[in-house]
């Protein structure tokens, strides 16, 4: 599958751009007689009926098979053993079933039906793989007759598009290999359908193909499960030394704190009193928690919509739909992402600047945001392209994902230093374009933090200005280029994944945080009329957003290249209003949603989820055995399933990589202070600063560790996740 489907919105678009006349075409069509016209005549379409039962016609055709059967161009080339084992497979298999033994039947029974209702877009059988891969029929003490399970794909007319081909299940003796098959199911199909199969058009692929012999593990997937079990066992043993031998946080030794379960679920799930410092803005955390579940509920859809649903006609009319628009432009979440790593940026290090007289460590800066940010990221990588593959097991396996993680083998060192979405085309994990981006932004913004401390109003006013003058080039590149969101490849590179088409967001993060700090401790009195229009326009640009393209799959270049670049202002800005209502008390029930300290931890382990959520989706649509149902509420119900799922993941990692290393990280770049306290004191206070690290939209360790100077850190430990 393309790297490109996790943008769930962006890829429905693009389907539905490359297939909105043909599918409007087919699927307005209710009356059975025009769609068998249209599918190359009557005649054909009855031919694809007749062949419904394929096992029974294959080995009807084949009772006799040949080499000449089993080979393309038999006569150029000398058959190879293996061909001649399949062949001898092959002829006791039908001499089998014949006399009906049941290893044989079973052999035919796992095989997919040519799909029923066709019409209504199921155009999959899966069969049934497991009856298939469990066959092992022994002929000699030596060898045995194994099942093999494959997906043929074949296209009824050469007028549909390849995303209409008709894909079914078929089982043969694992000693054939799929070029065989493939052969022999073309022979098959030219003679029932009475037509010439392109010798382009492959029916069976070999990687569709599994049987019940699993792959021996590589150097790399053994090195990955050594190394998580290591980090296992010290997590272990640290827990129970913590648990059995610590008598209370206080006197806990930093490293054993580091490792320990125990310490470190302590700091998660620590609930913070937000109201206890004025300088808190606790709605932050829900806006974060709820972008994230938004990015997971919009992946879903993804995964739904590539399964093999018996409702892919509906696909089209759900495109249409009002409440489609919400799952569409879920990629809004990555822009409240960035709104919110700008402002936490600049609220927390200009409040360090004010009090260290202008000075930032930029070298520190980078390398703690490196550290903190890489060893999960790291491990991720190993876990999506060495795991993954061992945990599916299914007819799909592999075949529902947003990536091919085979590219991580050439392209993850482009990963691990966050240049990924410029360097390469073959993305190793395709979220983590995020994480390159928000990683250049912080290298640039350091000097934009200082030009604010000295010049004020004017850097801010240069900010703005640069806001423009990017948005203008976003506008400008669509233009000129002719290059649509909507129509992936090389467009999305340019204006999806490039560090300048994204910054708006996060230079109005910036201006925002600006704001707040020069007006920090200032009390906001605004009459009903003035918060009513704050809301009412806040409201405005949020809907103009999610709702202004209703009813339009497609755009003029110069209309989409207007809605692209000002929805990139008008979202931010719209969240400013909410952020700065819930802190002033003009919030009412967003405010009791947002700020609720029940959003904390979940907070807190956005991050590890942000990198592990397609994991945890990759893994449960690859296991589907059966056919699917395409619904808004089968969506609902298979997010509550992969989002648990994910959180309880997340977790795990969490403990076994995110916090110990974050903990190792603080004592080999101990922050200090002037004045500050002999390490035998501050050390048994690493909990509490745990506790109040600050993290990114996506939970990212911090800008209250990575931004500003080391002194800051320790100076805070009370301090709530979220400061000004």
Known sequence: ???????????????????????????????????????????????????????????????????????????????????????????????DLSSFKFWALKMIDSWGLLPSGMLAGNWWNL????????????????????????IT?????????????????????????????????????????????????????????????????????????????????????????????????????????????????RALFRIVDTKANPNVIDCLHGIRCLSFIWVVYGHDYMVLATSPNINMGYLLTWINSFYSLFVKHAVYAVDSFFFLSGLLLVVIALRSMDRTKGKLNIPLMYLHRYLRLTPILAIAILFYMKILPLWESGPLKGSISFDDYSACESTWYWTLLYVQNYATDSLCLSHSWYLAVDMQLYIFAPFLLICLYKWGKKAAAGIFVLMLLLAGCLFSIMVINDLSLGSGGDSMRKLYYATQTRASPYLIGILFGYFLHTNRGKDFKLNR???????????????????????????PIVEEAFYVSLTRIAWPLGLCWVVFACMHGYGGLANSLLSSPLWQPLSRLSYSAYIFHMFIESLNGGITHTSTYFSDYQVMLRFWTDFGFTILFSYLMHILIEAP????????????????????????????????????????????????????????????????
């Open 1 to 95: 599958m393309v790297r490109l489907a996790f943008i769930l919105g962006l890829g429905l678009l693009a389907l539905a751009k490359s297939v909105n006349a043909q599918m409007t075409n087919i699927f307005a069509m209710t009356n059975t007689k025009l769609l068998t016209e249209h599918i190359a005549g009557g005649d054909h379409y009855s031919s694809i009926f007749n062949t419904r039962r394929l096992s029974v016609e294959f080995f009807e055709h084949y009772a006799n098979v040949t080499l000449e059967d089993l080979t393309a161009n038999s006569n150029s080339r000398i058959p190879s053993l293996q061909d001649l084992e399949c062949l001898a497979d092959l002829a006791l298999l039908s001499k």
């Open 127 to 150: 069969g049934n793989f497991d009856e298939c891969i469990a066959i092992d029929h022994a002929v000699t003490s030596s060898h045995s007759i194994k099942g093999k399970y494959c």
């Open 153 to 265: 794909k074949l296209t009824p007319a050469p007028s549909l598009l390849p995303i209409l081909a008709l894909k079914s299940a078929v089982c043969f003796p694992a000693t054939c290999s799929a070029a065989n098959m493939d052969t022999m199911l073309r022979r098959l199909f030219q003679k029932l359908l009475t037509v010439e199969i392109d010798a382009d058009v492959q029916i069976v692929a070999e990687e569709t193909c599994q049987t019940a012999v699993k792959k021996p593990y590589d150097g790399l997937a053994i090195f990955t499960i050594v190394i998580v079990s290591i980090l296992g066992a010290i997590v272990g043993v640290c827990t129970i030394f913590d648990y059995f031998f610590c008598k209370d946080e206080k006197t806990i030794h930093p490293v054993v704190e580091a490792f320990s379960a125990r310490a470190n679920s």
């Open 529 to 555: 009329l003035a918060v009513l229009l704050g809301w009412l326009i806040a409201l405005s640009l949020i809907a103009s957003c999610l709702f202004s393209i209703y009813g339009q799959n497609t755009l």
């Open 661 to 724: 290393f974050a903990g190792l990280e603080s004592l080999l770049l101990p922050a200090k202070r002037p004045n500050a306290k002999p390490a035998a004191v501050v050390e048994p206070r690493m909990s509490e600063v745990k506790a109040s690290v600050e993290e990114s939209p996506v939970g990212k360790p911090a800008e209250a560790i990575s931004t500003i100077p080391d002194e800051v850190i320790q100076a805070a430990p009370e301090k709530s996740n979220v400061l000004v």
